[in-house]
């Protein structure tokens, strides 16, 4: 009961309040105070309805930034990236199944009726969008999340069977006879929805098993796939051209054996599309059955339950466009006349949807019993209970084929439309060779036969995919190229060697600290840039552009160091080097201290350099003894930080020992920056490993991201590894190259 009737009734009650005895007025006064009460409990419902529809909101906008992902990078299977299964996505989709969770909240209108049923049309959009991001997830996190799921929509099902028995879905039947047919249709459609809900629980669960299994086939032949990759590869200093290709052939592989990619090409994926698709289109009807009544609402959520309608409806049409291409797109990847024939004509089920629950049947049961009877009654019970599951998932999975049927019978119609056009050009006299495969065309499909991974032996990859894939890899590597770094580029220019490597630390030097840190690129780089940018009368334009051919150089060698020098003694030198950089890059300070401000008051370069090497002793010596107290990782950073400085600037002034008052402020920061290319070219020499290193790596999940780091990589720093690789090596083992302290002891012994 509104606020007007409780007015209009209230006024009622008064001018008839002679005529009333004293208990029907004491009766009367009593219903007004419990429907004012009820009155004030349903004041919130309105904002409950905002937020119900805000929470919409946020299941909507990742899916829509997949769509947008998937057409800006042209795969039009629509990979989960950013809308997947996880604790934070089922807590919103359960704050946005409020409606059809909420029992008692009667739903008199047309409006509310829509809203209610709308909600279970937009669950079943969200699951069908959700099923492939089943894939990037391990096995113990997989079933964490499909029983979450299994239980938000077990208890979304039941809430609604309940409100079918009670009537709160059939609610409308006498607030207005015009809604009686209306009444009717949201009463079957509800329980149309129920099983669409518990049919697409079915298809997740059933996925679930079979991504197991397949991750298992897939890895066993990447394995395979990789060992032959690497036979074409010159692990040493590999061109440019062989890294393209052993790019390009990890893309294949990341990309036809992507978890995801496998579970779109399921049956179980294209049955969950197909009934996304029937589930909007009811949706739709709805809407245009509702869209007169747009304003009759007559629930607690008054106008909100409008908005959640409106929001969640978007939703489902959004929702539907991944769902709808994936089945399509499936097809688009192993399609051909002989194979769809196969799949009419027989509905195998293939054993890796089974393998897991056979696994289990045959597994020991774990808890120990010491009666061999219990034992034998609780192995037979698991047994029987695994055999109904296998049939379970058996039935489940023939009906998902019988459902991939209807975008099968529309693909046929196409290719049979393709091929008479075809053949009619070829009637008629037309050029119309763009099919023919050429010997060239075949032997290239052969060499990347190699490298297309399929969960079935006896399933070949569409060629126009393959195709696909091979330039999605070039479109990345092209794009890359127009982000590569000039100012690096010009800056690796100025010098022809790695001598700098030699110069730059000598080992006669002790450290300052009682502990020895090893030597790392960045903390080399960071402290030299902080020593040439300390020097006074050095032109501003100069200055800033050291700092940005470093700053994109430092971007590379962390890479390097990432992947080559990961242990615990590096990571620790590393991560006082970011923190350095960015202090020295921003405010042009060295641990909190303005060396361009200071270093004018002195008239030499010894007298600078010189003045450089004591304030990084003098901290030193403060931090030992305590005397600057702060975490223990800062002050380990202001060890490793003024170790690095100390013996850096010792070196310069025993280097120039004789001649060093005579170098100019110019001079000696065109040595460094010198020093400083030279040491980011003898880092930058390990790219191509770390390339490599990105193609492959042992986490199947994260597979296609690290390839595409790889490629991204690769497209970037292409023109500076052909530069480098004019230049001659050390001699130096492949597994030593990664290190520059190997490098400068290498440059110390060799020189005269």
């Known amino acids: 009961m509104n606020s007007i009737s409780l007015f209009q009734l209230r006024k009622n009650v008064e001018s008839n309040c002679t005529s009333l005895s004293d208990g029907s007025l004491s009766l009367l006064e009593k219903l007004i105070d419990q429907a004012d009460q009820q009155n004030k409990f349903s004041k919130p419902m309105v904002w409950i309805g905002i937020y119900i529809a805000i929470a919409s909101l946020f299941c909507i906008l990742p899916i829509l930034v997949d769509l947008l992902h998937g057409f800006k990078n042209k795969n039009y299977w629509f990979p989960c990236k950013y809308f997947?299964?996880?604790?934070?996505?089922?807590?919103?989709?359960?704050?946005?199944?409020?409606?059809?969770?909420?029992?008692?909240?009667?739903?008199?209108?047309?409006?509310?009726?829509?809203?209610?049923?709308?909600?279970?049309?937009?669950?079943?959009?969200?699951?069908?969008?959700?099923?492939?991001?089943?894939?990037?997830?391990?096995?113990?996190?997989?079933?964490?999340?499909?029983?979450?799921?299994?239980?938000?929509?077990?208890?979304?099902?039941?809430?609604?069977?309940?409100?079918?028995?009670?009537?709160?879905?059939?609610?409308?039947?006498?607030?207005?006879?015009?809604?009686?047919?209306?009444?009717?249709?949201?009463?079957?459609?509800?329980?149309?929805?129920?099983?669409?809900?518990?049919?697409?629980?079915?298809?997740?669960?059933?996925?679930?098993?079979?991504?197991?299994?397949?991750?298992?086939?897939?890895?066993?032949?990447?394995k395979a796939g990789h060992k032959i990759a690497l036979k074409d590869l010159e692990l040493r200093q590999p061109t440019v051209e062989k890294l393209k290709q052993y790019v390009s052939n990890h893309w294949i592989m990341a990309g036809t054996g992507s978890p995801q990619f496998v579970t779109v090409c399921s049956a179980t994926t294209s049955a969950s599309g197909v009934i996304c698709v029937v589930s909007t289109f009811i949706h739709v009807i709805i809407m245009l059955l509702t869209r007169p009544y747009m304003k009759l609402y007559g629930s607690d959520y008054k106008w909100s339950v409008l908005m959640i309608l409106l929001t969640q409806f978007t939703g489902s049409i959004l929702g539907t466009v991944a769902p709808l291409s994936r089945c399509f797109a499936s097809l688009s990847f192993k399609v051909s006349i002989k194979w769809i024939w196969n799949q009419i004509r027989v509905f195998k089920v293939e054993s890796y949807y089974t393998h897991k629950l056979s696994d289990w049947k045959q597994s020991s049961v774990p808890l120990k019993f010491s009666s061999r009877r219990c034992k034998i009654v609780l192995h037979d019970l698991k047994v029987l209970i695994l055999d109904f599951c296998i049939d379970i998932q058996i039935m489940v999975v023939v009906a998902c084929k019988m459902a991939a049927l209807i975008p099968v019978f529309f693909v046929i119609g196409v290719l049979c439309c393709s091929h008479s056009w075809k053949w009619l050009n070829v009637v008629c006299g037309a050029s119309y060779n763009m099919s023919v495969k050429t010997p060239a065309r075949l032997q290239h499909t052969k060499d990347l036969s190699h490298y297309i991974?399929?969960?079935?032996?006896?399933?070949?990859?569409?060629?126009?995919?393959?195709?696909?894939?091979?330039?999605?890899?070039?479109?990345?590597?092209?794009?890359?190229?127009?982000?590569?770094?000039?100012?690096?580029?010009?800056?690796?220019?100025?010098?022809?060697?790695?001598?700098?490597?030699?110069?730059?630390?000598?080992?006669?030097?002790?450290?300052?600290?009682?502990?020895?840190?090893?030597?790392?690129?960045?903390?080399?780089?960071?402290t030299l840039t902080t020593i040439a940018i300390s020097l006074p009368s050095i032109q501003n334009s100069m200055v800033d552009r050291l700092l940005r051919s470093v700053s994109e150089g430092l971007t590379y060698v962390t890479h390097v160091e990432e992947n080559l020098n990961s242990s615990d003694e590096y990571a620790i030198i590393q991560k006082a080097a970011r923190r350095l950089w960015l202090e020295v890059e921003v405010y042009h300070k060295w641990l909190g201290i303005k060396v361009q401000n200071l270093a004018h008051q002195f008239y030499t370069t010894q007298e600078n350099v010189k003045w450089l090497s004591d304030i990084a002793k003098n901290m030193a010596t403060l931090v030992e003894r305590n005397d600057i107290k702060s975490s223990d990782d800062s002050l380990l950073h202001v060890l490793v930080s003024a170790n690095s400085m100390y013996r850096i600037a010792q070196t310069i002034l025993v280097s120039y020992h004789a001649s060093i008052d005579y170098v100019s402020y110019e001079e000696l920061f065109v040595k460094l920056s010198l020093m400083i290319s030279d040491i980011l070219a003898a880092c930058l020499t390990n790219l191509p490993r770390v390339i490599t290193m990105k193609c492959h790596t042992s986490v199947i999940e994260k597979r296609e991201e690290s390839v595409q780091t790889a490629a991204q990589l690769l497209g970037e720093t292409m023109q500076i590894i052909n530069s480098l690789a004019d230049r001659e090596l050390p001699s130096l083992n492949p597994d030593e190259l990664p290190f520059i302290d190997q490098w400068r002891d290498c440059f110390l012994h060799s020189s005269p």
């Open 84 to 222: 997947t299964l996880n604790a934070a996505s089922l807590t919103v989709i359960a704050v946005a199944m409020k409606l059809p969770m909420d029992l008692n909240n009667p739903m008199p209108s047309q409006v509310d009726q829509a809203a209610k049923v709308g909600s279970m049309a937009f669950m079943c959009t969200i699951m069908a969008n959700l099923l492939p991001s089943l894939a990037t997830m391990d096995g113990k996190e997989l079933l964490t999340n499909i029983i979450a799921l299994g239980i938000l929509v077990i208890t979304l099902v039941v809430n609604v069977c309940i409100q079918i028995q009670t009537g709160v879905v059939n609610n409308n039947k006498h607030y207005n006879p015009t809604y009686d047919i209306v009444t009717y249709n949201s009463f079957l459609i509800a329980i149309l929805y129920v099983a669409m809900l518990f049919v697409l629980l079915m298809i997740h669960t059933c996925s679930a098993f079979m991504i197991l299994k397949s991750k298992q086939i897939l890895e066993s032949k990447y």
């Open 453 to 526: 991974l399929q969960l079935q032996d006896d399933m070949q990859l569409a060629e126009r995919t393959l195709k696909s894939i091979s330039i999605s890899v070039n479109r990345v590597i092209r794009r890359a190229e127009k982000q590569r770094p000039n100012n690096l580029m010009m800056f690796l220019e100025e010098s022809r060697g790695f001598e700098g490597v030699g110069k730059y630390n000598v080992p006669q030097i002790l450290p300052i600290t009682e502990e020895k840190y090893v030597d790392c690129w960045s903390l080399s780089i960071v």
